[in-house]
Antibody, heavy 120, light 108 residues
């Protein structure tokens, strides 16, 4: 069974850099075709896709946030990291990591999410 | 930036059929996916590749596509179906994922 679990700070100050970790279980980042994405959801608002990293280290970013994001993977720990610079209160959201199993042909399965609040 | 448009809300009585639409220019070329999200929970995939249903999703959930509009249909709506629903697709390059604004389904 594939599970994803997000971890990171629950509170960051404006202008700080956020680093989130996605811990994968039942899924190897070394397997051909595997990808892991980060998606966020501000309270009461819709979902926003942020970035994806593929098994071969290819990466894609949201055009509107590209300058602030970096997605990396640590295959030895089976983890995916997301860093977002220059955090602002509008970045307050639940951050999810998600994976697209081959069997779902592009549909995501999600971690439980982690709420990050940006406030001084 | 590319957008997918959903109605903010849909209301139906129990046992009726709910239809939630999602429109976007690239939908004729990119697959659509639908997620159900209950309060405080992560989204759950209910339809993939426009009309396929994942294992464990009730048969009353179905999806269809016609041109620039995709539709999620819930037949015989039950009280437990009340949730927010989101469509997902991709931009014209297929490289960037896009979500719709979400539709709140209310079961009267």
């Amino acid at each position: 069974q594939i599970t994803l679990k997000e971890s990171g700070p629950t509170l960051v100050k404006p202008t700080q850099t956020l680093t989130l970790t996605c811990i994968l279980s039942g899924l190897s980042l070394n397997t051909t075709g595997v990808d892991v994405a980060w998606i966020r959801q501000p309270p009461g608002k819709t979902l926003e896709w942020l970035a994806v990293i593929f098994w071969d280290d290819d990466k894609r970013y949201s055009p509107s946030l590209r300058s602030r994001l970096a997605i990396t993977k640590d295959t030895s720990k089976n983890q995916v990291l997301l860093t977002m610079t220059n955090m602002d209160p509008v970045d307050t959201a639940t951050y999810y990591c998600a994976h697209r199993p081959f069997t779902l042909r592009g549909g995501f399965v999600w971690g439980q999410g982690t709420l990050v609040t940006v406030s001084s | 930036s590319y957008e997918l448009t959903q109605p903010p809300s849909v209301s139906v009585s129990p046992g009726q059929t709910a239809r939630i639409t999602c429109s976007g220019d690239t939908l004729p070329k990119q697959y659509a996916y639908w997620y159900q999200q209950r309060p405080g929970r992560a989204p759950v995939l209910v339809i993939f590749k426009d009309s396929e249903r994942p294992s464990g999703i009730p048969e009353r959930f179905s999806g269809s596509s016609s041109g620039t509009i995709v539709t999620l249909t819930i037949s015989g709506v039950q009280a437990e179906d009340e949730a927010d629903f989101y469509c997902q697709s991709a931009d014209s390059t297929g490289s960037h994922v896009v979500f719709g604004g979400g539709t709140k389904l209310t079961v009267l």
